[in-house]
């Protein structure tokens, strides 16, 4: 009798623990379907992240215009305030700028820094702005194209 309550113990634990595995099994199996991506969503998420990409560029190129438009209007106060939002789209694209090209990333750096140091000075060279602007333009315009 003490020999048969020994194999009906072991027997229940093997059973709870091939229903233990058989339960994993099946949870390791649902989950793969919907970590595969079908061809048409890997597309669509491709196309979502290249309209953000595109938005943050034009972004950029946006900042860039109003200051130049304010620049021109010899509006600095404006100026300065529409440069300060180049930050906000830089941050969102500079990695992938990096990677395009790390001449046209360091580039745009070292002009925006220009930029931004010249509208904080008391009476920034109009000139020296728009053309630094026109520069920084044509780099973003470069690295924006797919």
């Given at each position: ?47 979502a992240t290249t309209t ?51 001449k046209t990333y360091n ?40």
């Amino acid at each position: 009798m003490n020999r048969f309550n020994q194999v009906l113990l072991i027997s229940a634990i093997s059973m709870l623990t091939l229903v233990g595995c058989k339960n994993g099994e099946q949870s390791a199996t649902q989950t793969s379907p919907s970590a595969t991506a079908t061809p048409a969503s890997a597309t669509s998420e491709k196309t979502a992240t290249t309209t953000v990409k595109d938005d943050n560029f034009k972004g950029l190129l946006a900042v860039v215009s109003n200051t130049q438009t304010a620049v021109k209007a010899g509006d600095f106060t404006k100026a300065k305030q529409e440069f300060g939002k180049f930050e906000d789209y830089w941050s969102k694209v500079e990695d992938g700028v990096k990677k395009k090209s790390s001449k046209t990333y360091n580039t745009i750096e070292d002009e925006a820094d220009k930029i931004q140091g010249d509208l904080k000075t008391s009476a920034p060279n109009k000139d020296k702005v728009l053309a630094a602007l026109q520069s920084l333009n044509k780099d973003i315009n470069s690295v924006a194209k797919p």
